[in-house]
Nanobody
């Protein structure tokens, strides 16, 4: 059974930084495309960033230049470095692992990020 556990969320002031981590167990981490989503109160869940098995990255326009996604296959971990945080970044952040054969998505339980002064 594949499990994803996020950590690193919290309260930070505008302009501050946080690094989220997501540890994957029970599967073959290196075979997954990994991503981060977020969901703010009253809004739909949206994609933030993704990273392929060979390290290619993609970002939402709203976070380009501020967030960086990375992965460490030796540690079965994906990271989201978030800099220059804004109040509109406040949301629950979810880690997701996409498998290809068969097509499947595994989700973490989420970690709260609050940006406020």
């Amino acid at each position: 059974q594949v499990q994803l556990v996020e950590s690193g969320g919290g309260l930070v002031q505008p302009g501050g930084s946080l690094r989220l981590s997501c540890v994957v167990s029970g599967g073959i981490f290196s075979s997954y495309v990994m991503g981060w989503y977020r969901q703010a109160p009253g809004k739909q869940r949206e994609s933030v960033a993704s990273i392929t098995r060979d390290g290619s990255r993609a970002y939402a326009d709203s976070v380009k230049g501020r967030f960086t996604i990375s992965r460490d296959n030796a540690k079965n971990t994906v990271y989201l470095q978030m800099n220059t945080l804004k109040p509109e970044d406040t949301a629950v952040y979810y880690c997701v692992a996409w498998g290809a054969t068969p097509p499947v998505a595994f989700w973490g339980q989420g970690t709260q990020v609050t940006v406020s002064s």
